[in-house]
Each structure stands twice: as C-alpha cells, then as structure tokens.
C-alpha cells in the first residue's frame, strides 16, 4: 500500500488509498476514534490489498479520527453515526456510484448501516467478524483484559492483536510502526482524551450506538438490505464468536435473497488477514455474482 492519498470530506482532511480498476470496492477497517485498544487505519488491509487491486479498483480509507484522517469537528460527532455520514459523504466525494463495500468489526456495522441508508449507492456490502452489529454482549472484556502498560503502546497493540488471533504470524512489524507511529500523534492523543478522561465514549459514543444498533436490527429484520449481501467470519475468532456471525445471516438472508456466508477456518478476528488468499477469492466471486 503506496502513495496516500487525501481528499476533504467536509471539512474533514480524510486519508486513503487506491489502485487497480473496473468495479469499484471500498473498504472499512475496525475500531472507533479514541481507542484505546489498536490505532486501527487502511493498512489493517495491507495483506489483501494488492490482491483485491488485480480485479477491482479497490480503496482502502481512514475512518473518521483515525489513522491519519482528521477528528471530528464538534465533539457532539464523537459517534458512530457521524463515522457512517463520513462514510458516505467520502464516497460522493470520490465520484463514485454502485459501491461494493467491506467493512471488518466496527467497520461492518458502518457498512450495514451504509447499505441500509444509501440503498441507491451500493452495489454489494460485506460484514466481517463484527461484534458491533452482533446481538449479544462481546467477550473483548475477557478476551482482552489486562494488555501491557502503557496502552497503545507498540507492545500493547501487538498484546491485544495476538489474543484477537488464531495465528499471530499475520502481525508485520511494518503494520505495528504504522500503528504505534498514529497512536503517538497529537489528534490521536487528543481524541483518546475525550473519549476517556472527558467521558465521550461512556456517556455519547456507547448510548448512541446502542440506540442506533437497535434501530438497525429492527431494520434488518423488517426492511432488509436492498444489495447482494455477504458475512464473512473467522471460525476461531475468540471475540466475536461464530454464533453470532450465524444470527447475523441469518437475519440478513430473511429478507435478501442473494445473501451467503462465508466461514474461514483457522482464523480469527482478523479473518481478512490471517488467511488473505482465501478471503481475497471469497470476496471477488461474490462481486462477481452480484452481476449475474
């Protein structure tokens, strides 16, 4: 992944990358802005995207107040509601029209969101290892308890991920310097701040999104996605487990026809990059069929 680019989304300086041609593929990695787990950005998708480039004109983006791309303006946009509007006002940004999207964790609740708001937009959306869209409570508190001190440091990131994971061998010292590098900047620092020691996340981030997630079940279940529709998940993912995955398509599939689910063994959280050959072929071919 070579040569960011940026372009402004509403005032909102928003980092991304591209390459390759023909259908267009966006897509959205995990976290939120102010974690203080990972400083997730685009190159959580460094292991795919080469691959996916040879078939699609593929983009991968910072999500709002992450990696490199800005934080919110007003701290009232410290939500998951304004990282889906940022989501979207990037794509008309780009130009772009009949939009396949991938979103991973907290990227495929925004993606579910996008297909359900902007249905004239998306062409095909693709949820992956998702506890934010997933009914039940997440097994991060246990699964994650106790990493390394200080948090997001370079240690405490590698910590966190290896536990996420089925095989580590998928942490690439490149995608930890990005990572450590984006946790040390001042607006990430900034933003960790305000969803922390000033409380955005436990007292507007969370309550919102419990609002916004119920309203999105009610959705699924009595509207549905109007696009092709695809859940893809780690067999072996230690947080958002299997089970929910299957309660996800199957609320999907009741309404979408054209839905299918995709289960990649040994693998974990990062579904994606532990197996990206797999995932890469999976992903393609029900673009693919879309057009069918």
Same mark, same amino acid.
């Given at each position: 992944?070579?040569?960011?680019?940026?372009?402004?989304?509403?005032?909102? +300086?928003?980092?991304?990358?591209?390459?390759?041609?023909?259908?267009?593929?966006?897509?959205?990695?995990?976290?939120?802005?102010?974690?203080?787990?990972?400083?997730?950005?685009?190159?959580?998708?460094?292991?795919?995207?080469?691959?996916?480039?040879?078939?699609?004109?593929?983009?991968?983006?910072?999500?709002?107040?992450?990696?490199?791309?800005?934080?919110?303006?007003?701290?009232?946009?410290?939500?998951?509601?304004?990282?889906?509007?940022?989501?979207?006002?990037?794509?008309?940004?780009?130009?772009?029209?009949?939009?396949?999207?991938?979103?991973? @964790?907290?990227?495929?609740?925004?993606?579910?969101?996008?297909?359900?708001?902007?249905?004239?937009?998306?062409?095909?959306?693709?949820?992956?290892?998702?506890?934010?869209?997933? #009914?039940?409570?997440?097994? @991060?508190?246990?699964?994650?308890?106790?990493? #390394?001190?200080?948090?997001?440091?370079?240690?405490?990131?590698?910590?966190?991920?290896?536990?996420?994971?089925?095989? #580590?061998?998928?942490?690439?010292?490149?995608?930890?310097?990005?990572?450590?590098?984006?946790?040390?900047?001042? +607006?990430?620092?900034?933003?960790?701040?305000?969803?922390?020691?000033?409380?955005?996340?436990?007292?507007?981030?969370?309550? @919102?999104?419990?609002?916004?997630?119920?309203?999105?079940?009610?959705?699924?279940?009595?509207?549905?996605?109007?696009?092709?529709?695809?859940?893809?998940?780690?067999?072996?993912?230690?947080?958002?487990?299997?089970?929910?995955?299957?309660?996800?398509?199957?609320?999907?599939?009741?309404?979408?026809?054209?839905?299918?689910?995709?289960?990649?063994?040994?693998?974990?959280?990062?579904?994606?990059?532990?197996?990206?050959?797999?995932?890469?072929?999976?992903?393609?071919?029900?673009?693919? @069929?879309?057009?069918?």
């Amino acid at each position: 992944m070579m040569n960011p680019k940026s372009i402004d989304v509403a005032g909102i +300086k928003t980092r991304y990358f591209e390459a390759g041609s023909r259908q267009h593929l966006v897509l959205f990695h995990g976290g939120n802005m102010g974690s203080g787990n990972l400083a997730e950005c685009a190159e959580d998708w460094d292991r795919n995207f080469e691959g996916l480039a040879r078939h699609c004109h593929v983009i991968a983006v910072d999500k709002l107040g992450q990696g490199y791309t800005n934080n919110p303006l007003l701290n009232k946009d410290f939500t998951m509601a304004a990282t889906v509007r940022h989501a979207y006002e990037f794509i008309k940004a780009l130009g772009l029209d009949q939009v396949h999207i991938a979103g991973h @964790s907290r990227g495929g609740y925004l993606v579910c969101r996008l297909a359900l708001d902007h249905p004239e937009l998306i062409a095909s959306c693709t949820i992956i290892d998702t506890n934010t869209l997933a #009914p039940g409570s997440p097994r @991060s508190a246990q699964v994650l308890g106790n990493p #390394p001190i200080p948090r997001l440091s370079r240690e405490s990131q590698r910590w966190i991920i290896e536990h996420y994971s089925y095989n #580590p061998d998928h942490i690439t010292e490149t995608w930890l310097d990005t990572m450590s590098e984006i946790a040390s900047l001042p +607006k990430s620092i900034e933003a960790n701040q305000k969803m922390v020691a000033q409380g955005l996340g436990k007292n507007q981030f969370m309550p @919102s999104l419990t609002i916004d997630k119920s309203r999105t079940f009610a959705e699924l279940r009595d509207i549905g996605l109007k696009c092709p529709a695809l859940v893809m998940w780690g067999r072996n993912d230690p947080t958002a487990i299997l089970d929910q995955g299957e309660i996800i398509f199957d609320l999907i599939a009741s309404k979408q026809r054209h839905s299918s689910m995709c289960v990649l063994n040994q693998a974990g959280h990062f579904c994606f990059r532990e197996q990206p050959d797999a995932f890469n072929a999976r992903l393609i071919n029900f673009i693919n @069929s879309t057009g069918e």
